[in-house]
C-alpha cells in the first residue's frame, strides 16, 4: 500500500473518530441540556390561575373581590442602561407622592441598588402595580423590565368591616393566604386551586393538538355570601367613630345581630385599619375586639344573672330585696350601689331598674354559686361562641366549686368575670329568642358558578323558659324606660335594654378613674329585629354608660328603626 | 386450404395486481394523513386564536369586575351623594296613621 492509501485511509479514521468524538459530546455531554432546550421550544407549560372566591354582603354587593396587579421586575443580562438612570426613571412612578423629595430619593436608592446587585438575574421591583402605572412604565421602553401578574385583594369599602374581613397576606412560601376575620377562617374555602397545562406546540406557538397534552384543571374558590347587611355595617362604622370621638373614648366595638338565627348583621370596631393596605398599620389592629378582646361586663351582665336566678325560680319579679337598705358586707368587701343611693324593698324588678349591686348580690345569694355556674356555661359563657371568624378567644370562667361567696357576689354585678363582645350579645339573643339560644354566623352561603348551598343557622337548646325571657325582657324594658339613660330613650319605640359601667382591672386592682360603658339592648321587645351591643373603652367626656354607649347605641338604633321599619307605639 | 381465421374477441378486463393495491391504499392513507395533518395544524392555529380571545374576554370581565366592584362601593357612593350636596336627615316624623294631610277641599 502506497503512502497515499494510507494516508487517506488515517485521515478517514481520523475523521471518524473525530465525529465520534463530536456525536459523544452532543449526545452525551450535551444531550440533556439540548433536550431541555428542544423541549422548551416544542412544549408549553402553564399554569391555570383560580381566582380566590369574594366575599359579598347579604345584598350580593362585594365586601371583598379579586383583581389583578402587576409584579414589575428587571431582567438583568437584557437591561440596557445604567442603573441610576434607571431608577430615576421609575421612582417616580413607585412612590405614592413624588412631590415628597425624601420619599423619592429612598426610592431611587433601593431601585439602583437592586439594579447593581451582582449573580442575579431576576430582581423584583415593586409588587402590586396597577395597570395605569403597569402602562406608564411601558412607555418608558426600558429594556429589561418586565411585569408578572399577580392576583390582588379589592376592599371597596376601604377600612369598613376591616376587622371582620380580615385580608390576605403572604405565607412563608410566598403564597397567598388569609389571616384574620373571614378570609383567615374560610382561607382553604375561598382559595382556589391553580390548574396546570403542558401541551406540544409548533413554531409559531399554537398548540399541536396530535401531540402530547396534559392538563390539570383549577378549582376557582368559592364566593361566601355573608348575612352582613352594608347598611348596617356602614352605619356602625361611621356612628362608632364618630361616637368615640364624641365621647373621648380610646376605642370601642359594635355589634348587631338578629336574635331570631343568631345571624351577624353587622361588627364593627376602631381603632381600625385598611385591608388594601394592611402592611402599613400595626399588628394589634387586625386582631377584632368583638370575639378576641375579653372584658368585665359590669352591669349589663346583671340581665343574665336575673335571667338564671327567674328561671331557676328563686325569684320573682316582684320579689322584695330584704338587704337593699344600704351597703352589704360580703366577707371583709363592702358591696355598694354605683351612686350610693338606696333603695330598701325593691322588687326584682326596681333592682334591674336601678341597677342595683346589692340587689343583684341578693339575687346571687338566693341562686347560689352552683347553679349561677350552670346556668353561665349554659348561656355560652367559659367557652368559644363558635362564630365562623378567625381569632375568636375564649376566658374561662372560674372553675365550678371553686367560688367564694365575694366571687359569687361580684359576678352577680358583672365584676370578676371576663367575657368577650360577642359572648355578651349572644346571650342577650338568648333572652331576646324567648329563651332559645342561638349561635352567631357570619356566612350565610356559600355560591359558585351557577350554585349555592345554603349554611343553616345552628340553634341551640333551650336556656332559659319563655316565661323567665318576657319577664326580663320586661324588666329590660322598663330599665331602658325609666333606668339612668331614661333621658336618651326612644319614646314609643319598643326596646329593652341595659347600660353598664365597669371598671378596668389593671395589675390586680381596678383603675380609679378608666371605665369600659356598655349599653345591650333589643327592638321592638315584642319581636326583636335586631339586638346590638355597643361598648366604649374609657371614655372620658363621662365615665358613664348612661352619658356615653347609651346615647350612642340610640342614637344608631335610630336609623335602624327606619331601615327596619320599626314605627314607635301610638 | 384456407385456413379460416378463427378471431376471438375477449374482453379485455382491468386488473389490479396486489402490488398496485397496495400502493393504492398506501397512497391514500398518506393523503388522509397529509389532510388531517394539515387540518390539525389549521386547527391548532384556530385553538391558538380562540385562546386569545378567551384570555382578552377574561381580562375584559376581570377590568368590568373591578369597576362594577367600585360602583357598588357604599362607602364611595355616600361620598358622592355627600359631594352633590345630599344631607341625610337629622330628624324624623311619624305621622299618625289615620290623621288626613293636604286634603283635598
Known amino acids: 500500500m502506497n503512502v497515499r492509501v494510507k494516508l487517506v485511509t488515517f485521515f478517514f479514521i481520523l475523521s471518524y473518530l473525530a ?8 449526545q452525551i455531554v450535551k444531550g440533556k441540556v439540548l433536550a431541555a432546550q428542544a423541549q422548551n421550544q416544542y412544549q408549553s407549560e402553564f399554569t391555570i390561575n383560580a381566582p380566590r372566591g369574594d366575599i359579598l354582603a347579604s345584598d350580593g354587593t362585594w365586601f371583598t373581590a379579586s383583581g389583578e396587579s402587576w409584579l414589575t421586575y428587571a431582567s438583568l443580562p437584557d437591561l440596557v442602561g445604567r442603573p441610576n438612570t434607571i431608577a430615576e426613571k421609575l421612582a417616580p412612578l413607585f412612590v405614592e407622592d413624588p412631590e415628597d423629595h425624601e420619599l423619592l430619593f429612598l426610592e431611587i436608592d433601593r431601585i439602583n441598588s437592586l439594579l447593581s446587585r451582582d449573580g ?6 415593586k409588587r402590586r402595580v396597577n395597570s395605569e402605572t403597569k402602562q406608564e412604565i411601558e412607555e418608558l421602553e426600558i429594556k429589561g423590565i418586565g411585569f408578572e401578574k399577580e392576583e390582588q385583594r379589592i376592599y371597596p369599602e376601604a377600612s369598613a368591616a376591616a376587622q371582620l374581613l380580615g385580608f390576605v397576606g403572604k405565607d412563608s412560601e410566598g403564597n397567598d393566604k388569609g389571616y384574620f376575620g373571614i378570609e383567615g377562617f374560610y382561607d382553604v374555602v375561598l382559595s382556589g386551586k391553580e390548574g396546570f397545562k403542558m401541551r406540544e406546540k409548533d413554531a409559531s406557538g399554537a398548540p399541536i393538538l396530535i401531540g402530547a397534552t396534559r392538563e ?6 368559592v364566593n361566601l355570601v355573608t348575612h352582613v347587611d352594608k347598611y348596617v355595617q356602614l352605619t356602625l362604622d361611621r356612628k362608632l367613630k364618630l361616637g368615640i370621638e364624641k365621647y373621648g373614648a380610646s376605642g370601642g366595638v359594635a355589634i348587631v345581630m338578629n336574635p331570631k338565627n343568631g345571624a351577624v348583621l353587622g361588627m364593627s370596631s376602631y381603632p381600625t385599619y385598611d385591608p388594601n393596605s394592611y402592611w402599613k ?23 343574665i344573672v336575673m335571667a338564671s336566678a327567674l328561671d331557676a325560680g328563686v325569684v320573682e319579679p316582684d320579689t322584695t330585696c330584704d338587704m337593699c337598705n344600704g351597703p352589704t358586707k360580703v366577707d371583709k368587701y363592702f358591696i355598694e350601689t354605683w351612686n350610693q343611693v338606696y333603695y330598701p324593698d325593691s322588687t326584682m324588678k326596681d333592682v334591674i331598674i336601678h341597677s342595683d349591686n346589692v340587689g343583684m348580690v341578693f339575687v346571687g345569694n338566693k341562686l347560689g354559686s352552683d347553679k349561677l355556674y350552670g346556668y353561665l356555661q349554659s348561656f355560652g359563657f367559659g367557652a368559644p361562641t363558635g362564630i365562623d371568624l378567625q381569632g375568636e378567644a375564649n376566658p374561662q370562667l372560674r372553675s365550678k366549686g371553686s367560688w367564694s361567696q365575694v366571687d359569687l357576689a361580684t359576678a352577680s354585678f358583672g365584676q370578676g368575670v371576663a367575657v368577650t363582645p360577642i359572648q355578651m350579645i349572644t346571650s342577650v339573643a338568648t333572652i331576646a329568642n324567648m329563651g332559645i339560644k342561638v349561635l352567631p354566623q357570619v356566612v350565610d352561603k356559600f355560591a359558585g358558578e351557577g350554585w349555592q348551598e345554603d349554611i343553616s343557622p345552628v340553634t341551640g337548646d333551650r336556656v332559659i323558659s319563655e316565661k323567665a325571657s318576657a319577664q326580663i325582657t320586661a324588666m329590660m324594658a322598663e330599665a331602658a324606660k325609666s333606668g339612668e339613660a331614661k333621658w336618651t330613650y326612644a319614646r314609643g319605640f319598643k326596646v329593652a335594654g341595659k347600660t353598664g359601667t365597669a371598671q378596668i382591672p389593671i395589675e390586680g386592682h381596678y383603675d380609679e378613674e378608666k ?3 356598655s349599653f345591650v339592648g333589643f327592638a321592638p321587645y315584642d319581636d326583636p329585629s335586631f339586638v346590638m351591643l355597643v361598648t366604649l373603652r374609657e371614655p372620658t367626656s363621662s365615665p358613664w354608660a348612661s352619658e356615653t354607649a347609651a346615647p350612642l347605641w340610640y342614637d344608631i338604633a335610630k336609623d335602624f328603626f327606619i331601615y327596619y321599619g320599626i314605627q314607635p307605639e301610638n | 386450404m384456407k385456413y379460416a381465421r378463427k378471431v376471438t374477441q375477449t374482453k379485455k378486463r382491468f386488473r389490479l395486481s396486489k402490488k398496485t393495491l397496495l400502493w393504492a391504499i398506501v397512497g391514500l392513507f398518506i393523503a388522509v394523513q397529509v389532510f388531517f395533518t394539515i387540518q390539525t395544524a389549521a386547527t391548532g392555529a384556530k385553538i391558538a386564536n380562540f385562546e386569545r380571545k378567551v384570555t382578552e374576554l377574561v381580562n375584559t370581565n376581570k377590568n368590568l369586575e373591578s369597576k362594577l366592584v367600585e360602583a357598588t362601593s357604599l362607602s364611595k357612593l355616600e361620598e358622592k351623594a355627600f359631594d352633590l350636596g345630599f344631607v341625610k336627615n337629622t330628624e324624623t316624623v311619624y305621622l299618625k296613621a289615620g290623621v288626613t294631610f293636604a286634603k283635598l277641599p
Open chain 1, 120 to 125: 442575579v438575574v431576576w430582581v423584583p421591583l
Open chain 1, 19 to 26: 465525529l465520534i468524538g463530536r456525536l459523544f459530546y452532543w
Open chain 1, 515 to 517: 371605665t369600659l360603658a
Open chain 1, 281 to 303: 398599620f400595626g399588628d394589634e389592629l387586625f386582631n377584632n375586639p368583638v370575639i378576641s378582646s375579653s372584658f368585665e361586663p359590669g352591669s349589663i351582665f346583671k340581665v
Open chain 1, 216 to 221: 390539570v384543571s383549577a378549582v376557582e374558590g
